[in-house]
């Protein structure tokens, strides 16, 4: 991983954690999957997508319809992140996969 992708990377965790227990209350953490960010950065098209994974955890039962609500705020704020750290080479995210640990 490179100096500027880890640091992107570590970045858009803090800032969408921060963004999200603010929100929607402090039981919540997610993390951005850092396989499926750097393989949709570097110059492999064979993997790349517009789409990114990430894991929520939870200290309380969330509803379906609570975590549309998340997917639609981490949607649009980590597009607006990632316009800000990357606006070179910025793409949109057109969709987010979230797995419920």
Known sequence: MTKELSNS??????VLNSLL????G???TIRLN????????????YFHTRTEKFSLKSLKPVSI???ILIK??????????L???ESK???????VEITII
Do not use: A, G
């Open 21 to 24: 227990r603010k929100k929607f």
């Open 34 to 45: 850092s396989l499926k960010f750097i393989s949709n950065r570097v110059n492999i098209f």
């Open 89 to 95: 080479s910025y793409v949109e995210v057109t969709d």
């Open 72 to 81: 639609e705020f981490i949607l649009f704020n980590l597009n607006i992140s």
């Open 26 to 28: 402090p039981h919540f």
């Open 83 to 85: 316009h800000c750290i």
């Open 9 to 14: 990377y570590s970045l858009l965790n803090k």
């Open 65 to 67: 319809n609570e975590l």
